[in-house]
């Protein structure tokens, strides 16, 4: 921040403190705008500024406004947050700072779309509100709308034509005028720009807009995928000026480049991804000396070549991170800098950050050295290849890599001691498999199965981890500016209600009244290890916790049950490593000094906040674009049968997720033979006649009887004469 920003910054704090002790004292009556103008004798060219001024101040809720849009002290009651709807047409209010979100009834929306900004008047507290349940609050205001276009499917009607969005949280069609259709016609995608938000209370108008981009027919191949680009508004495309930049600096390693780096192009190490991955930013080698491993982790040096503030950067931070969809990756940089130059390729000189670890026999790391270096690739290995030289006596991956053997024994034996040290501190392990979904060349998913981790994963899994913990140790005690990544302990409400489903599935899980020790859930999950709950009880679990998200406080990270952790291994799709990446190499050369420290507490908690946004932005795009592809298969198998596990019950249904990762729902409506209830406290759907439950990790067989594509939906049946119970496993899909 510049002196002049910072100085002007101060200006307004004062500003609004006086402004708030004028209201706070015993006199004060409630005053409209111009009339606090004159008690605080603002001249007529500052109005606009006290206007500000005042704006913020109700936005933090220490002011409220009456209906006579007079000016008064805040007393709780009034606050101002993100609403987030739902497409029954109630919603919640996502307000900073404050743990629980709001509940808004259907009848109390007042017109407010998904994603806008609104201020909320809490309703009076209900004595016997039942505990974990979210407080009501009413929106009184809508301070700023969320979205001003949406992507949804064209529809044609004789003199006009409306858009359905894709989002579901979008309750209302938008109406569009036949002079702004663009020509589009009946089943198009198209991109609408929202021209009038028009009034959802009661049998009020319709949103109204225009036509600005048509993606192309529903039908079309990779349309589907477009739309949901579009829908997040991810930048795909990158500037004129930052392509430009980027082929300026993609220059190959010079001389100039290598002064006051460490030189390890002799030490012996190794790429370890995906057989398709191209932008490879980890490198990782092993000695072993006298029972003591010295372990290298070298990241690819990217700040080198995006400079802060450049247009490369702006770049960069505004997308936060790279996204990775079904059939496709945005990248967070050019091609050219993430496939090439920052890219660790095999047998070429490469720029590095490296930390160098020593590590005893117990998994401890007795020393480090955190350096700038210069490294050079010997192989480019994958985790299959690794995993077969380890694991098959005879395959001809262990003949042809040889010489490496040794070194991935090496890595396995302390991957695993790694492994079991952080399992003793209570470290969680969520070792449940992904789905895996295969795409034809016009993007129809021909299978889908789980993606399991190999010990190859695990072990380059271990080795980031103790990069990173070392890393965010060393930062925290030089007390510099950082961002450190978080993870805050669960809710003790849905630790209660993850107790409930383990123990009616026969697993004991230990809470106490306030709190639960990471080590109870991984002894949760350590006894469902190899079992058919596993995965289900894995994504519940998982489904419990809070989001991990970055930081500039390091408040520690509960799954991992450390005190220090960050993401300092991934510059080349993630922003805040590229951003601590700078910090690391000023320290190292002695140039983080009061000014720039200064700086960085400045800029640092809005990267944080900002890398946190998109990194969410990115998952839900990631598991949209799995549930459409799934839809699409499942599609492809109606009436088949299939056996899996009821993964949620609620008023309306019974969920049930697959085998093969797929999850859809037995509809309330179409269960037969008796009349069900929904038993809240318990999550159990129980027949008043038959007493025939379902319950949380059950097993089930069903049929696929419906798939909406479009909305991503998937309806089930439960087969005849299962009874909900085991059975036959009839149909495995996408087994491998």
Same mark, same amino acid.
């Given at each position: 921040?510049?002196?002049?920003?910072?100085?002007?910054?101060?200006?307004?704090?004062?500003?609004?403190?006086?402004?708030?002790? !004028?209201?706070?004292?015993?006199?004060? *009556?409630?005053?409209?705008?111009?009339?606090?103008?004159?008690?605080?004798?603002?001249?007529?060219?500052?109005?606009?500024?006290?206007?500000?001024? !005042?704006?913020?101040?109700?936005?933090?809720?220490?002011?409220?406004?009456?209906?006579?849009?007079? &000016?008064?002290?805040?007393?709780?009651?009034?606050?101002?947050?993100?609403?987030?709807?739902?497409?029954?047409?109630?919603?919640?209010?996502?307000?900073?700072?404050?743990?629980?979100?709001?509940?808004?009834?259907?009848?109390?929306?007042?017109?407010?779309?998904?994603?806008?900004?609104?201020?909320?008047?809490?309703?009076?507290?209900? #004595?016997?509100?039942?505990?974990?349940?979210?407080?009501?609050?009413?929106?009184?205001?809508?301070?700023?709308?969320?979205?001003?276009?949406?992507?949804?499917?064209?529809?044609?009607?004789?003199?006009?034509?409306?858009?359905?969005?894709?989002?579901?949280?979008?309750?209302?069609?938008?109406?569009?005028?036949?002079?702004?259709?663009?020509?589009?016609?009946?089943?198009?995608?198209?991109?609408?720009?929202?021209?009038?938000?028009?009034?959802?209370?009661?049998?009020?108008?319709?949103?109204?807009?225009?036509?600005?981009? @048509?993606?192309?027919?529903?039908?079309? #191949?990779?349309?589907?995928?477009?739309? *949901?680009?579009?829908?997040?508004?991810?930048?795909?495309?990158?500037?004129?000026?930052?392509?430009?930049?980027?082929?300026?600096?993609?220059? #190959?390693?010079?001389?100039?480049?290598?002064?006051?780096?460490?030189?390890?192009?002799?030490?012996?190490?190794?790429?370890?991804?995906? =057989?398709?991955?191209?932008?490879?930013?980890?490198?990782?080698?092993?000695?072993?000396?006298?029972?003591?491993?010295?372990?290298?982790?070298?990241?690819?040096?990217?700040?080198?070549?995006?400079?802060?503030?450049?247009?490369?950067?702006?770049?960069?931070?505004?997308?936060?991170?790279?996204? &990775?969809?079904?059939? %496709?990756?945005?990248?967070?940089?050019?091609?050219?800098?993430?496939?090439?130059?920052?890219?660790?390729?095999?047998?070429?000189?490469?720029?590095?950050?490296?930390?160098?670890?020593?590590?005893?026999?117990?998994?401890?790391?007795?020393?480090?050295?955190?350096?700038?270096?210069?490294?050079?690739?010997?192989?480019?290995?994958?985790?299959?290849?690794?995993?077969?030289?380890?694991?098959?006596?005879?395959?001809?991956?262990?003949?042809?890599?040889?010489?490496?053997?040794?070194?991935?024994?090496?890595?396995?034996?302390?991957?695993? @001691?790694?492994?079991?040290?952080?399992?003793?501190?209570?470290?969680?392990?969520?070792?449940?498999?992904?789905?895996?979904?295969?795409?034809?060349?016009?993007?129809?998913? $021909?299978?889908? &199965?789980?993606?399991?981790?190999?010990?190859?994963?695990?072990?380059?899994?271990?080795?980031? !981890?103790?990069?990173?913990?070392?890393?965010?140790?060393?930062?925290?005690?030089?007390?510099?500016?950082?961002?450190?990544?978080?993870?805050?302990?669960?809710?003790?409400?849905?630790?209660?209600?993850?107790?409930?489903?383990?123990?009616?599935?026969?697993?004991?899980?230990?809470?106490?009244?306030?709190?639960?020790?990471?080590?109870?859930?991984?002894?949760?999950?350590?006894?469902?290890?190899?079992?058919?709950? =596993?995965?289900?009880?894995?994504?519940?679990?998982?489904?419990?916790?809070?989001?991990?998200?970055?930081?500039?406080?390091?408040?520690?990270?509960?799954?991992?049950?450390?005190?220090?952790?960050?993401?300092?291994?991934?510059?080349?799709?993630?922003?805040?490593?590229? +951003?601590?990446? %700078?910090?690391?190499?000023?320290?190292?050369?002695?140039?983080?000094?009061?000014?720039?420290?200064?700086?960085?507490?400045?800029?640092?908690?809005?990267?944080?906040?900002?890398?946190?946004?998109?990194?969410?932005?990115?998952?839900?795009?990631? %598991?949209?674009?799995?549930?459409?592809?799934?839809?699409?298969?499942?599609?492809?198998?109606?009436?088949?049968?299939? +056996?899996?596990?009821?993964?949620?019950?609620?008023?309306?249904?019974?969920?049930?997720?697959?085998?093969?990762?797929?999850?859809?729902?037995?509809?309330?409506?179409?269960?037969?033979?008796?009349?069900?209830?929904?038993?809240?406290?318990?999550? =159990?759907? @129980?027949?008043?006649? $038959?007493?025939?439950?379902?319950?949380?990790?059950?097993?089930?067989?069903?049929?696929?009887?419906?798939?909406?594509?479009?909305?991503?939906?998937?309806?089930?049946?439960?087969?005849?004469?299962?009874?909900?119970?085991?059975?036959?496993?009839?149909?495995?899909?996408?087994?491998?």
């Amino acid at each position: 921040m510049k002196q002049g920003e910072n100085e002007n910054s101060m200006i307004r704090a004062d500003r609004k403190q006086k402004i708030c002790e !004028l209201v706070n004292q015993e006199f004060y *009556v409630p005053m409209k705008e111009k009339e606090l103008a004159a008690m605080l004798q603002v001249s007529r060219e500052d109005r606009e500024e006290l206007k500000s001024l !005042l704006d913020e101040l109700l936005f933090e809720g220490k002011l409220q406004i009456t209906a006579k849009k007079k &000016y008064i002290k805040g007393d709780g009651s009034v606050l101002t947050g993100v609403f987030i709807s739902h497409p029954k047409g109630f919603g919640f209010v996502t307000v900073e700072g404050r743990e629980d979100d709001l509940f808004i009834p259907a009848s109390r929306v007042h017109g407010a779309m998904h994603k806008d900004t609104v201020r909320v008047t809490l309703m009076q507290e209900e #004595p016997d509100r039942a505990a974990g349940k979210r407080q009501e609050a009413e929106i009184s205001d809508i301070i700023a709308r969320g979205f001003s276009s949406l992507v949804g499917t064209y529809q044609q009607n004789r003199n006009y034509g409306f858009v359905v969005p894709d989002n579901p949280k979008f309750a209302h069609d938008i109406f569009i005028p036949k002079e702004k259709t663009a020509g589009a016609i009946e089943g198009h995608k198209v991109v609408v720009e929202i021209t009038d938000y028009g009034n959802q209370d009661g049998n009020g108008r319709n949103p109204e807009g225009k036509v600005v981009e @048509i993606l192309g027919h529903m039908s079309d #191949p990779g349309v589907d995928i477009l739309s *949901v680009i579009k829908g997040y508004d991810f930048p795909v495309e990158f500037s004129e000026k930052a392509m430009n930049q980027a082929k300026r600096v993609a220059n #190959p390693v010079s001389e100039q480049d290598c002064y006051g780096r460490k030189d390890l192009r002799n030490l012996m190490m190794v790429t370890i991804d995906g =057989e398709d991955a191209k932008d490879l930013d980890d490198a990782v080698s092993l000695t072993v000396e006298n029972g003591v491993y010295h372990l290298g982790v070298h990241i690819a040096d990217v700040s080198n070549y995006v400079q802060e503030n450049s247009v490369l950067d702006h770049a960069a931070q505004e997308r936060g991170t790279s996204v &990775y969809l079904v059939d %496709r990756v945005i990248p967070m940089l050019p091609h050219i800098l993430s496939n090439g130059i920052c890219s660790l390729n095999q047998g070429e000189d490469r720029l590095a950050l490296s930390c160098l670890m020593t590590v005893d026999d117990k998994g401890t790391i007795t020393d480090y050295q955190i350096a700038e270096t210069l490294i050079r690739v010997d192989h480019r290995m994958s985790y299959n290849e690794v995993r077969d030289i380890l694991e098959e006596e005879q395959s001809d991956n262990r003949k042809k890599y040889a010489n490496l053997y040794p070194m991935f024994r090496n890595m396995a034996d302390l991957s695993a @001691i790694f492994r079991s040290k952080r399992q003793l501190r209570g470290s969680i392990d969520f070792d449940f498999p992904e789905s895996k979904i295969i795409l034809d060349s016009k993007g129809h998913p $021909t299978d889908i &199965y789980p993606y399991e981790r190999n010990v190859a994963t695990s072990m380059i899994e271990d080795f980031m !981890l103790a990069a990173n913990e070392t890393v965010a140790q060393h930062f925290f005690w030089q007390e510099l500016p950082f961002v450190y990544r978080i993870h805050e302990a669960p809710d003790p409400e849905k630790m209660k209600k993850l107790h409930m489903l383990a123990a009616g599935m026969g697993y004991v899980l230990k809470t106490s009244q306030d709190e639960i020790h990471p080590k109870e859930v991984q002894k949760l999950l350590s006894r469902v290890e190899g079992t058919k709950e =596993e995965a289900f009880i894995s994504r519940m679990t998982l489904r419990s916790m809070k989001q991990a998200k970055y930081s500039t406080e390091c408040a520690g990270h509960f799954g991992l049950a450390c005190q220090y952790y960050c993401h300092f291994t991934s510059p080349i799709r993630r922003y805040p490593d590229l +951003q601590i990446h %700078r910090i690391i190499k000023e320290q190292l050369r002695g140039k983080l000094k009061e000014g720039r420290i200064v700086h960085y507490h400045a800029v640092l908690p809005q990267v944080a906040k900002h890398s946190s946004e998109m990194e969410r932005r990115a998952d839900e795009a990631e %598991r949209e674009t799995d549930k459409m592809k799934k839809a699409q298969y499942m599609a492809d198998h109606l009436g088949e049968i299939y +056996q899996g596990i009821v993964s949620g019950v609620t008023t309306w249904g019974i969920y049930v997720e697959l085998f093969n990762t797929v999850e859809g729902m037995v509809s309330a409506t179409s269960l037969s033979g008796d009349t069900y209830h929904f038993d809240e406290e318990h999550c =159990e759907m @129980i027949g008043e006649r $038959t007493h025939k439950t379902y319950s949380l990790g059950q097993q089930v067989t069903v049929i696929v009887d419906r798939v909406d594509e479009l909305a991503g939906n998937i309806d089930f049946s439960f087969k005849e004469g299962s009874d909900g119970q085991n059975g036959r496993r009839s149909h495995e899909a996408g087994s491998q």
